[in-house]
């Protein structure tokens, strides 16, 4: 979602582990051959207004796109939000503790200083204001910055709350300043007291107390404008998901992540999901 940073993280190193779990297991390498086919996996594809998205913008399936076994979000905009179309879509929201890993092409324009917010992060609805049950862990890079600073970085945040209109968060945030241009290894653990964020398997933050997730949520990708964009001629921009994992019950290191999918796509699965459904609606609308 929408960070206000409030701490940073070191980077440390990350130790190996086993990728098992006994809780299910979920996986996409979004080899699916088109828009109708990704609904019918599951996920739910946004198409409307609202947070985040600037008033007046919107949210349009046709920003999504399959491109051979990548997920594509698009962006355009001519810097009004009239003219500004976003990206969106999430997954089932069942996912709570466990580790959640997202493979990720973020991209950089240079010369752009439009403030564009590529994310990937897990999420439950905001029903309203300041609703003790939000729950959300969070990346989000601003290749081109924004949110009050020109610099270019990649947060990783933990919510306890929010009051949207007019804007007060309440989270834990850690940041790595420098530009992330290029493939990514996103991971976060969610765990019954702390959450971690890992970029490329190295430490940004471990965050704890309200922080931390509280209620199952669904996994989610989103392209979007910010406040701060000049009017201006039409442009586009994108980024582009190779493949998410997501290991219920416990955490597990970054590398054994992507071990796991790479081992996943030897064995020719392109889709499994055995995590058990919690019954809950995927809004996706935050």
């Known amino acids: ?39 019918a996996s599951g996920w739910v ?4 207004t609202g947070h985040p ?5 919107r949210f349009s399936p046709a920003q999504l796109a399959l491109d051979g076994g990548l997920l594509r979000l698009k ?13 969106q879509l999430c997954a089932a929201r069942k996912f709570l503790i466990g580790t959640t890993t997202a493979r990720v092409r973020l991209r950089d324009t240079a010369g752009s200083r439009d403030p564009i917010v590529q994310a990937f992060y897990l999420a ?18 601003l290749p081109h910055g924004g949110w009050g600073s020109p610099d270019t970085r990649l947060y990783g945040v933990s919510w306890q709350t929010v009051r949207v209109d007019p804007w007060q968060s309440f989270n834990q945030a850690s ?54 964009a000049v009017a201006g001629a039409p442009r586009e921009y994108q980024f582009d998901v190779d493949w998410v994992l997501h290991q219920a019950g416990k955490s597990v290191e970054p590398d054994a992540m992507q071990a796991r999918a790479e081992q996943l796509r030897k064995q020719g699965v392109a889709r499994q999901d055995t995590v058990p459904d919690a019954g809950l609606k995927s809004e996706c609308n935050l």
């Not at 070191?10 to 006994?22: C, D, E, G, Q």
């Open 124 to 141: 439950s609805p905001l029903r309203h204001d300041y609703d003790p049950d939000f729950s959300e862990v969070d990346f989000e890079y």
């Open 53 to 57: 998205g600037l008033p007046g913008s």
């Open 175 to 228: 940041q790595l300043p420098g530009s992330f241009d290029g493939w990514q290894l996103l991971t976060v653990q969610v765990e019954a007291t702390r959450t971690r964020h890992y970029v490329n398997g190295r430490l940004l933050g471990e965050h704890t107390g309200r922080n931390v997730p509280a209620k199952p949520m669904a996994i989610s990708f989103n392209h979007w404008l910010a406040a701060g």
């Open 75 to 87: 962006l355009t905009t001519d810097g009004t939000p009239a003219n500004t179309t976003l990206a």
């Open 1 to 39: 979602m929408r960070a206000a940073v409030l701490t940073t993280g070191l980077l440390l190193a990350a130790a190996p582990a086993l990728a098992t779990s006994t809780w299910g297991e979920y996986f996409d390498d979004f080899s699916q051959k088109d828009l109708d086919a990704l609904r």
């Open 45 to 48: 594809l946004r198409d409307g």
